[in-house]
Structure formats: C-alpha cells, structure tokens
C-alpha cells in the first residue's frame, strides 16, 4: 500500500474532503489555497483562488457542482467546482471555522468565530442552485449565537433544521437551527475540545475526536457514548470507514511540545480501530507532524490524511486489506 | 522504581483533594447525632448579664492556654430567665469530634479559680448517663480477633506476584499472572500524597501523607501503622524491616497542643529532620539533624545522601557518615551510640556494609535452633578516604563491633570511589575513578576484593574509558559494566545521547582472577538491571529523549539442558546470548518481578509527560502487556521474603520438574483456550449489540422518512 | 614595336613563372597542411583507440575484480555456512554453486537458526517458569505453619 504524496501545500493542512463519487479529493489549507486532486493518481486538477487567509474549512456538494469554504479572511464561499470560479462571498465579523452541506445540497451551515466583542454564530445559508448560481441571497436563513462554550465543529442531521454541534468544553449537542434552541446535549461528551465530526453514511452516528486523546462514537438520536477510543495522543481527526468495521484516528503532540522529534520523524501515525471492539487494530506511520484531517473514500477503498507537514498522503487499501478478517466471520453492520 | 526527588513533588499541591472519606467512614465513631463536638463544662460561675463577657473572654484563654483554641462564639451559656442569671454551666462546640477529646481530656478538672474546677464531659455522654441502665451488665468478653496474615500474599493458590501503580490520584495493587489471572487486588484514590512504597520483604506498602506515613498491609489493606512526621518527603526502611527512616525539609517542630507520647515528636526532637521509628510499636527512637559539614554554609544547597542512615543487614546497627570526620554507629533498638564513640577517620567519603548472604543467614539460623550462642559472621563495613597531602586514598574494610580492621589498600590519583558490594557478600568492587597525572582526563580501576578468602586478596581491572555504571550479578560470579569514551560525556545536553560500551566479566575458576567475559561496542545503553535470579540481564537507555532500547541478554545460554553438577568445558563466554530487543518510548524506570520472569518498564510523569504508562514483558523480551496512561507516576512489583524451601526442597522440585510440568502444562492449555473462548463470546456479544441497535437505528429512520 | 611587343613578351613570361612559381608553393603548402592534418587525424584516431583499449581492459580488470570479490564472498558465505554445520557440500563442490543460491542457503540458515532459538527459548521459557510456580506451590503449607507459629 504505497502512499501518494500530494504536495501542492506549503503550510498545514486544515481540512481534506472527498466528493460523493470519491473521484476528487480537495484540500485546504493555511496557506490561503484550496486544491482539488484526482484521488486516484493524485494529479492536481486545479485551484481556488481568492481566500486572503487561512482556509479553515471546505464542503462539497452531492453533486459535486458546489464547494464552500470558510476562511479567517472572515469570508465564507461558493465555489463552481468544476470552473474554480467563486460564484458568491458572504463576509462577516470574525473567522469562519467550519462550514457543511446539508444532505439535500440546499443548505449550508458555518460556524463564525467568537472574537473581538463578536459572539460567535451559528448561520445557515440557503443555495440558491438556479441560473450559474451568483444569484445567492447575502442574509441567512437562520441565524443564532449558541450560549455557553463556543461551538467548533458542527454537521446535518438526518432531522430537518437540526444540527449537531461540538464544542469547547467537550460538549456535543443538538440544535434546532430554525428557532436556535438547543434540543440535547451531553455536556461530558468529551473532557477537552471537540476538534472534528464525521457523521455515518445514515447520519444515525456520528464521531468525533478530541484534545482528550479520545474518539468517540455518539448515538444522533440520544446523543449517548456508544464507543469510547482511547489513545495516548491529543487527537485532530477521525473519520469512518465505510464498509469496514473500522475508525480511523490522527493527531499527535504539537511539535512545540515534543522535546526532539528525531526518534519520531515520519512516525505520526494514523490509527486504525476497530469500531465495535475498542481495539486498535493497526497504524500507518509516515507524517512527519501532526495529522491534522483525515477522510475516508466514500467506498472505502482508500483514505486520504493531512498533516502539519503540509503534505496529503492518500493510501489505496490493497486487496489484504479487505480479505483479512481478524475477528473471524462475524457480519458487523455498518 | 525510583523515588521522586524529595522536592520535585509538594504535599501543598495535592494537599485540599485528597478523599479521606472512606477511611472516615470506617472508623467513625457512631454517635447519635451530630453533636458529638460539643462539650458541658459544669461548675462555672453563675453571673449576671454584664459580668457574661468578661467570663467568655476568660473561659475561652482558659482553654486556648491548654491546647483547645476556642473563641468566645463557641460557647452558648444557658439562661435563667427567671432570676437573669446564667445556670452554671456552658455548652462549647469544639467543631470536631477529636478537638472534642482533646478538651475533654485537657480541661477536666480544670482550677477556673480559687473555688471551682471545671468538670468537662462530652454532650452525647451526659445524655448516656442519663439514661444509664444501673443494673450491671456483665460484659462480653470480646472475641479473640486473630491478626491478619501480613504475608497472605504468598499464599496466593496461583503463585502470583503483584504490583503497585499510582496513577493520578488512583493507587492500584493488581495481581500478574497468566492473562486471565490478571486483576486488581485492591485499588484506593487518594491513598498517598507524594508516592507510594513498598517495604524490603513485601509485608507493607507505605504511602505518604501530610501528617505523615502510613503502613498498610494484610489481606484487606488495614492500616497497619502510622509515624506522625509532619510534611515527610522521604522513607527509608531497615533491611528486616524492623525500622523506619523518615525525613522532612522542614525542620521539626513541637507546638504545645500536639498529643504527646512514645509515638511523637517531643520538644528535644525540634529543629530535628530525620527520624528513627520502631515499626511494631510504632514508637519514636530518635531524631537527627541533616548532617552538614562543619564550616559549610548549611543553606548552601547540597545533594542530600539519601538513605541518610544505612543499616547492616541483621537490623542489628546503624550508622551514618560526618564527611570528613567520622562514621556514627548506633545499636538498635535503644538507637544509643555504639560504645559511646563514634569511628574516628580523618577524611572519610562513604561506607557501606556488608549485605549478608544466604550462607551467613542459613548459618545464623542453624545456630539459633541449635540454641548454640557459637560466634556467627560479624557484620563488615567498608569505606574509603580520599587523597590528602601525602597520604594516598585508602579503602579500609572493618568488623563491626569488635572494629577490626580486616584489609587496606592505598590507591593514587584518585578523584571519587563508588562500593558495590554483591549482593552475598562475597566481593567488594571499588570504582576508582583516576586521572592521569595532568588530570586532564579520567579512566577507570575496578578493585575488586574476594571478602570470603584468607587475607582478603585484591585484583585490580585496569580500564581506559570512564566507566558510568556497574553492577554485579545477584548470587553471581559476574558483573557488568557500562563505559564510555564519548567526548560529550560530562557534558549532556537536550538531544544528546551518550555512545557506550557494555562489558561483562566473569571469575575465572582457574585463575581465580575476574576476566572479560565479553562486550558489546557502540551501544547507547545506560542502564544494567540484572535479573534478581542471575543469568538475564537487560540492557537499556533511560532517560535520553530520542533512544528507548531494551536488550534482552542471556549469560548461560544453552547450558540449562546440562545435568546438575555436570561441568562441561566450553569456550569462554560462548553461553552469551541476545535472546531479544524492544523499545519502550520514554522509558524512566526498569524493574524486575521478583521471581526473574518478568520485566517492568514504565515512564513516568515524574520525568517527562510523554506517552506516560507501563508495559510488562517477559524475559525474552516479548511483550506481555502494554498501558499507555495519562498521569502515570509509578510502578513497584511488591517485594517477596527470602524463600521458606531449603536448598534440598529446592533441589527436589528441580529433580521432579518434569511432573510438575505436566499439570502447569494443564493448567496452561486449559487457560489458552479459556481465554480465547472467552474473548470470542465477547465479541460476539459486542457485535450483537451493535447489530440490534444498528436494526433499531434504520427503522427509526425510515419512520422519521416516512412522516 | 617589336621591343614593345618582347618586352611585353618578357613581362607576360616573367609573370607567369612568377604565377607558377606562387602555384606551385601554394600547392606545396596545401600539399603539406592536407599530409598534416591526416597525421593528426591518424594520431587521434591511434589516441581514441588506446583509450578505448585502456576502458576495456579497466572493464574488464573490474569484472574480474567483481568476479572473484563474488567468488571469494561465495567461499566465505559457504564456510560460514559449513563451519555453522548446516551445508552438506563440500569446498570443491562449491564452485557450482552461485552466490544466489549462497545467498538463499544463508536465509534459509538463518531462518532455521531463528526458529531453533525461538523453540529454545520457548523450552526455556517454560521452565524458568514451572519451575517458579512449582517453588512457589510447595511453599504454601510451609507458609501456613510459619504463619501459625
């Protein structure tokens, strides 16, 4: 299973996304630029230019006709995809820190940051998908400022007009978007920030990762602790592996923290664990800093991590991968 | 493991947190209520309302004078309406039920004035009384409570060793064993303070406190004893366990309303830092000042020796150095001075004594059966002085008590010595580190006497690099040595790891001088731990932040399929053998159990905060189990006494193996296949879970769809 | 006229000698620059060729060299071998043998050596450790009655 290196970054990664048919994977990063990629051979197929800061976060359409991205130029955008021109800017006061479609492709949300006298704020946007898709109206749907710890990853739910929220505090939580009540929460979700949520196939669970060196698996409904993944490592990402019964895990101490790296040049690993057991069930060295963002091919047959290093390395499962069975024969749902 | 320095840690970080609830609990004394700090202190003068400040003012000096500090709030007096005056008795809360005790104990009978004197009971009893039955009852005579089997731990039907871990507030004690066999014994939150400690043969575990230390132990983990030294940082245990160390930074210090007993301090011990305590009685045998040298600026900040007092191996002295001046030894258990002087030797460094091996106990026993008083070994001591003017440094090795000395031998150009006695009291190696005569660079003597042989010959392994550690072999005839030319040696740094070379030597039958065995160049080892049987030997680096390696070394291999007593000539160090490698990232501590099967590393939050927690492997260096733990502080295998099986039974079981065998290879496959039905049957369990709530999920949504 | 015309006459001869005479040097010259650059081309071409004679043979010096650097490791490989006791060949048979097969007898070697070590020290494993529990298991009534004294 031999790596691609995508380099095409010259700073940390912040978010890395495949579309739905799994044939493009995007990229974004701190250094202002948004890249799309083939996965399959990882050519660089283009660019989207325009952000005048840190790109924190990228989502993109069923349909892979749109992308939006949020940046700390205060910029949340709506890209073409597959001209890479930006159809529309909507600015705000603060940082846009995460940005996600909803399942229909008829809604964004975004996450503004909470600084300099600005609360932060949850918006969601209607998109308006007629004409070449400029026409997009400059107020939000809804908008609201979630109350206690500030939010910082957020995603659809399969219930209308209700999204899950991570927070600060290590707290998830349900919101409804159309009144901005908060429906249920589970303050103790997590003991550090939520740092990333990656929701099922069916939205039914969805997991996320923490500074407190855990991932978790958390039922929408109830938002109950399913499964507990507990590592040694503040983490960044974790991502679901469709079709597998496995977790997929990376983060790693922050360089400053790190005496000398020597002993742990290119060992920031991604981690593999299986879902149902806890257990981990293998790594895949190669980062030489942190991982930052990981995501999985809609199929999963490949994953793509990127790190701190700048770099994006996408692995393509060899046939082993799939036949292996360690826990024998037994048929786990997905 | 490793005790943390003495300062590195504070009682006042951890001090408001610690739960003692549960002990609380324990050992509350059932009152009926919640009054049971409130005293009655009758035959107080009746007054009227202006004379009612003046006697709170003075009926609360009374007290604060005797030890019971109370204000003038505390005390409710009841009141005569009727005549306006107060009805000659007081109520007082002392807010708690031991301050309670204490005034009671303190104040009755008390002279308030010319005339009257305080009679002092507790509420709750003035009650009791009250409603005392008169008749007599005649009382149960208490059941005889046998005291637990301190040593229950080794009567474990499985054989199992255990261990100790102290895990942010959490100490743990788990039992090791095969895979299935492996749980908690007993697990405490808040159980020490500082850190936790075993003692020499097993039977206590000690954690400390700010009040002081305590010794737990017994089946259930009863508080077995308690030493009140305020603020302890450090312990150190006698070798037969009779005796106990202890040591503050902060000067002793007696306040008038401490209790007072053979258990405390009194005011003679003030000013005092070490202290010697009887571990049965738990009395108070003396106190001793930090020693520092005469002329030297006492706030000067020095490494402190620690054990300050180093005991023989019979419990029977101990004794501590003066640098420069004399070694002290005192007699146990009146902690007196040994024939009232002190051993006078102008310049002394260090000393150490003589550890007593099986033979010399093996020995002392069959004398004391036999009720013969027949002179057994004396204890033995050596010590070194160093260079003065024309004197050259000398190693001196002296009987104690007849304080003969036995051997001298001068050595030149010497800049420090280190004493290793093995661990049988056979050999003594002196590490002499010299410098060439401009003293520009250091290389290393190994002086290493034969203590059981007439006239106590010396040999002496020349050496040309520094040698950084040395180590014998337990029980053995072999020691290894980690030596170093690396010129950045003296000079650490971040990042900076030392190259070294690892060399073992071995006594020579024939020749009877110790010769090089074999050795092992560009290593970055720096660390020997030998197996405590002998044989196995592990190599490691501790402490550098970019290698981790464990060797896993084997000095007799395959020689173990030769009959007993069968000699077979062979090459010379043809029987070493690397039986395996591993990395433990981090590593601070490496620990052997004490049967020799099993390796312990750990790192420790002590040290460092990265990927904190311990692994276990077995002696080939295959690892057993691995916990990364946020927080982990320390691990300590739980000591085991000296075996009650004589040579001869030992000898048999060893003879009879092969039976033995048969059933532990039983027991063995029973468990492997115990264990994996297990885990199979959890997992299913798991997945069945996952399964039936997955099903439930996907009606729901197609419900939630359909609406 | 007449003298005119000798003259005249005279002139014409006297120049065409002069143009034969400057012929026939020019053609000399030629002559002599075409004779020269042959001889360069003819000593390049003689320098060309011992260069390649000389690159030849260096090849051919370094085959050898790698050749018997191969044979001479061969030898060695299957001594080690031999003094380790696993290759039933002997020395003279060895010549046969390349350093591949060498090379895969040595895995084999190790492989088999590795898998002795592990059986052994499995075997070793096993009894440091019954043997421990065996102690440990006729310790127990002695414990007992140290307890009850």
């Given at each position: 299973m031999r790596p691609i290196l995508l380099q095409g970054h010259e700073r940390s990664l912040t978010q890395i996304k495949f579309n739905a048919e799994g044939d493009l994977l995007f990229s974004c990063s701190k250094d202002h630029v948004i890249n799309v990629w083939f996965s399959h051979n990882g050519e660089r197929l283009g660019t989207y230019d325009g952000h005048n800061g840190t790109v924190w976060t990228i989502d993109v359409d069923s349909q892979s006709k749109y992308l939006v991205s949020g940046s700390a130029d205060n910029t949340l955008r709506l890209w073409a995809v597959s001209t890479g021109k930006c159809l529309f800017t909507w600015e705000f006061p603060t940082a846009v820190k995460r940005v996600a479609f909803s399942d229909d492709d008829e809604q964004v949300v975004c996450i503004t940051e909470q600084r300099m006298g600005h609360q932060g704020a949850i918006r969601v946007f209607k998109i308006n998908g007629d004409g070449d898709g400029t026409n997009q109206s400059e107020d939000p749907l809804y908008m609201f400022h979630p109350i206690g710890s500030k939010a910082t990853v957020c995603a659809f739910s399969y219930t209308p007009n209700v999204i899950i929220t991570g927070h600060e505090s290590g707290k998830v939580a349900l919101f409804d978007v159309s009144t901005g009540?908060?429906?249920?929460?589970?303050?103790?979700?997590?003991?550090?920030?939520?740092t990333d949520l990656q929701l099922s196939a069916d939205a039914s669970y969805f997991l996320t990762s923490s500074k407190d060196k855990t991932a978790r698996l958390h039922d929408t409904k109830t938002l109950k602790v399913l499964k507990t993944f507990s590592t040694e490592t503040p983490l960044n990402s974790a991502a679901l592996s469709p079709n597998r019964p496995y977790v997929l895990l990376g983060g790693g101490q922050e360089a400053m923290q790190v005496t000398t790296t020597s002993l742990r040049q290119g060992k920031f690993e991604t981690r593999f664990w299986h879902k149902v057991f806890e257990e981990e069930v293998g790594r895949v060295k190669g980062h030489f800093g942190p991982i930052n963002t990981i995501a999985v091919h809609p199929a999963g047959t490949s994953y793509a991590s990127g790190g701190e290093d700048g770099f994006v390395r996408v692995h393509h499962f060899d046939d082993t991968y799939f036949r292996a069975k360690p826990y024998g024969d037994m048929e786990i749902e997905d | 493991m490793a005790i943390p320095n003495g300062s590195s840690t504070s009682h006042e970080d951890i001090d408001a947190e610690i739960d003692f609830s549960d002990i609380e609990e324990k050992y509350?004394?059932?009152?009926?209520?919640?009054?049971?700090s409130v005293i009655v202190v009758d035959d107080v003068p009746i007054i009227d309302q202006s004379k009612l400040d003046r006697l709170l003012q003075k009926i609360a000096k009374d007290f604060s004078r005797k030890g019971a500090p109370i204000k003038p709030e505390d005390i409710f007096v009841p009141w005569d309406d009727a005549a306006d005056k107060s009805k000659g008795y007081v109520f007082i809360d002392l807010r708690t039920p031991d301050a309670a005790a204490f005034a009671v104990a303190a104040m009755h009978g008390h002279q308030f004035d010319s005339r009257r004197q305080f009679k002092v009971n507790r509420f709750m009893d003035i009650e009791h009384y009250a409603n005392m039955d008169e008749t007599y009852i005649e009382p149960q005579?208490?059941?005889?409570q046998p005291k637990e089997h301190l040593r229950a731990f080794l009567t474990d039907p499985q054989g199992r060793d255990q261990y100790v871990t102290y895990r942010g507030d959490d100490v743990d004690i788990h039992w090791h064993g095969k895979p299935s066999q492996c749980e908690i014994a007993y697990s405490k939150k808040g159980w020490t303070d500082l850190y936790v400690s075993w003692s020499p043969l097993g039977t206590y575990i000690a954690t400390l406190f700010r009040q002081g230390v305590r010794l737990f132990g017994g089946p259930s983990w009863e508080p077995q004893q308690r030493f009140a030294h305020p603020l302890v940082k450090l312990i150190d245990f006698s070798p037969c366990e009779q005796y106990l160390v202890t040591w503050s930074h902060d000067p002793i210090s007696v306040p008038p309303n401490l209790p007072q007993g053979p258990e405390y301090f009194s005011p003679e011990d003030e000013g005092n830092n070490i202290a010697v305590w009887d571990i049965k009685s738990g009395h108070l045998l003396r106190t001793f000042p930090t020693s520092t040298l005469d002329g030297e600026d006492p706030t000067a900040k020095k490494q402190m020796q620690w054990p300050a007092l180093k005991w023989s191996a019979d419990d029977k002295f101990t004794a501590r150095v003066t640098a420069g001046q004399h070694i002290s030894v005192y007699e146990l258990p009146?902690?007196?001075?040994h024939n009232k002087k002190s051993l006078k030797i102008e310049g002394v460094v260090d000393f150490e004594w003589c550890p007593h091996g099986e033979k010399d106990r093996d020995e002392a026993d069959k004398a004391s059966a036999a009720g013969k008083t027949k002179k057994a070994r004396e204890n033995m001591l050596a010590y070194w002085t160093p260079e003065v003017a024309n004197q050259p440094a000398r190693v001196t090795l002296v009987n104690f008590p007849s304080r003969t000395v036995l051997r001298q031998k001068n050595l030149f150009n010497v800049t420090d010595c280190k004493l290793y006695w093995q661990n049988q009291g056979d050999f003594l190696c002196v590490k002499v580190d010299r410098h060439t005569k401009t003293k520009k660079s250091i290389f290393c003597n190994l002086e290493i006497f034969r203590v059981r042989e007439k006239d106590y010959p010396v040999e002496v392994v020349e050496l040309k690099d520094t040698v950084t550690d040395f180590s014998w072999e337990p029980k053995g005839e072999r020691f290894a040595i980690v030596s170093s030319n690396d010129p950045n040696l003296g000079n650490p740094g971040p990042g900076i790891t030392i190259k070294t070379d690892i060399s073992f030597f071995q006594l020579d039958r024939a020749k009877n001088d110790f010769k090089l065995l074999h050795t092992l160049t560009s290593r970055t080892s720096n660390t020997i731990r030998w197996s405590p049987r002998g044989r196995h030997v592990v190599l490691a680096t501790v402490g550098s932040s970019s290698k981790s390696e464990l060797e896993f070394w084997d000095l007799d291999f395959g020689t173990e399929d030769r009959r007993e007593g069968q000699v077979v000539k062979e090459e010379w160090g043809s029987g070493i053998q690397q039986l395996g490698s591993a990395d433990h990232y981090g590593v601070t501590d490496v620990e052997w159990d004490p049967s020799g099967r099993y390796l312990a590393t750990s790192a420790s939050a002590w040290r460092h905060t990265l990927e904190n927690g311990y692994a276990i492997w077995d002696f080939r260096g295959q690892e057993v189990e691995k916990h990364l733990l946020d927080r982990f502080k320390q691990f300590i295998w739980r000591p085991r006494p000296?075996?009650?099986?004589?040579k001869e039974q030992q000898r048999q079981i060893r003879r009879n193996l092969r039976e033995y065998s048969r059933a532990f290879d039983e027991e063995d496959a029973a468990e492997e296949s115990n264990v994996s039905a297990e885990l199979i049957a959890h997992r299913k369990r798991l997945v069945d879970e996952w399964n039936a709530w997955r099903a439930h999920c996907k009606k729901d949504i197609a419900e939630e769809k359909r609406n | 006229a007449e003298r005119h015309a000798l003259q005249v006459r005279r002139a014409l001869v006297a120049r065409r000698r002069e143009l034969l005479a400057e012929l026939s040097v020019r053609k000399e010259k030629e002559e002599a620059s075409r004779r020269a650059e042959s001889s360069r081309r003819e000593r390049d071409e003689e320098a060309k060729r011992a260069k390649a004679d000389a690159a030849r043979k260096e090849l051919e010096r370094a085959r050898k060299e790698i050749e018997s650097i191969r044979t001479e490791e061969a030898k060695k490989l299957a001594q080690n071998l031999i003094k380790r006791g696993g290759l039933k060949v002997s020395v003279n048979e060895m010549e046969d043998l390349s350093t591949d097969s060498l090379m895969r007898l040595q895995v084999e070697q190790l492989e088999k050596e590795k898998k002795e070590l592990n059986e052994r020290l499995r075997i070793a494993s096993k009894r440091i450790d019954h043997t421990e529990r065996a102690y440990r298991k006729e310790e127990l009534p002695l414990l007992a009655s140290d307890y009850a004294t």
């Open positions: 009540n908060e429906i249920l929460n589970n303050e103790r979700a997590h003991m550090d920030v939520v | 509350r004394v059932d009152f009926d209520d919640g009054f049971d005579t208490e059941e005889y009146s902690m007196g001075l000296r075996t009650l099986l004589t | -």
